[in-house]
T-cell receptor
């Protein structure tokens, strides 16, 4: 059982480039979410989804897009990378029918120069 | 507004000493409370959770936490710290509504260092 898989583990981008952070889970979880972690800021919610075809914004959505075409996958797209998006990104998932603890991936460390 | 406060940014304890990490929350409804641990370069792992019932909950790795509604607190404790407990600890609060998972709100974390 792989759990939540994030790729890549590390990425360096130049300002203005675009990229997609991949997230896949094999637990049939309806709920998936993206957080960014910055020193001293804890985890802040970017976008989330409660099922295929349904997405919504979190606390810090600007500069990011998401889609949920399947239950398993929830990619995060950076449209035009900025240095302020340098961060560690975590994908997390859980069941939706009741409050279940989030299962986290191991993160993607992104640097934008 | 919903919020979670972890007052201590960094705590250092000696191996074998007891540990208490503080967490206070501000929430309008009955909260669901969690503690997660993050080792360097890793994702977050669930230590324990409180949904209802007994206010003292046991978790993995010998951790426990006590929910005190009157103080809006959910402090994490361990009677004897091991060197392997050095990590960052996050408190989180969420709720369940309308048949869907409520988003978790995380505190800013407490980094634990352990002296030999």
């Amino acid at each position: 059982n792989a759990g939540v898989t994030q790729t890549p583990k590390f990425q360096v981008l130049k300002t203005g480039q675009s990229m997609t952070l991949q997230c896949a889970q094999d637990m049939n979880h309806e709920y998936m979410s993206w957080y960014r972690q910055d020193p001293g800021m804890g985890l802040r919610l970017i976008h989330y989804s409660v099922g295929a075809g349904i997405t919504d914004q979190g606390e810090v959505p600007n500069g990011y897009n998401v889609s949920r075409s399947t239950t398993e996958d929830f990619p995060l797209r950076l449209l035009s990378a900025a240095p302020s998006q340098t961060s560690v990104y975590f994908c997390a998932s859980s069941y939706s029918d009741r409050v279940k603890p989030l299962h986290f991936g191991n993160g993607t460390r992104l640097t934008v120069t | 507004a919903q919020s979670v406060t972890q007052p201590d940014i960094h705590i250092t304890v000696s191996e074998g000493a007891s540990l208490e990490l503080r967490c206070n929350y501000s929430y309008g409804a009955t909260p669901y409370l969690f503690w997660y641990v993050q080792s360097p370069g890793q994702g977050l792992q669930l230590l324990l959770k409180y949904f209802s019932g007994d206010t003292l909950v046991q978790g993995i790795k010998g951790f426990e936490a006590e929910f005190k509604r009157s103080q809006s607190s959910f402090n994490l404790r361990k009677p004897s710290v091991h060197w392997s407990d050095a990590a960052e600890y996050f408190c989180a609060v969420g709720h369940f509504y309308g048949g869907s998972q409520g988003n978790l709100i995380f505190g800013k974390g407490t980094k634990l260092s352990v002296k030999p």
